[in-house]
């Protein structure tokens, strides 16, 4: 009998999104290099900051916390940088690593 059925307390476990489509670590840098590529403010700029994560509040596993690109215009790289979030929050919704 599981501890909740005696009356006391079962694990808490945070249900996850299993609507998010499962991708290898090279597909989904694929898709992000695809879709940032898509942005004028965010083409060019490469992700080099990806990692896998403990499953965060809405279930995600993984990230990019970085990128890169050839010229060091700072102006740009805070209006790229604020782009790219969004659009790789949006890719981080829709897709989890396997």
Not at 9 to 35: F, H, I, N, W, Y
Not at 66 to 90: F, P, Q, T, W, Y
Request: glycine content about 8%.
């Amino acid at each position: 009998m599981a501890p909740a059925e005696r009356g006391g307390t079962a694990p808490m476990r945070r249900e996850t999104d299993m609507s998010r489509e499962l991708k290898t670590e090279q597909e989904l840098l694929g898709l992000v290099v695809k879709a940032l590529n898509a942005n004028p403010a965010t083409a060019g700029w490469i992700p080099t900051g990806f990692h896998e994560t403990v499953d965060d509040e809405e279930g995600c596993n993984w990230d990019i916390t970085h990128l890169h690109r050839d010229r060091k215009d700072a102006d740009m790289r805070e209006v790229a940088s604020s782009e790219a979030a969004g659009i790789i929050n949006d890719l981080r919704r829709h897709y989890n690593l396997r």
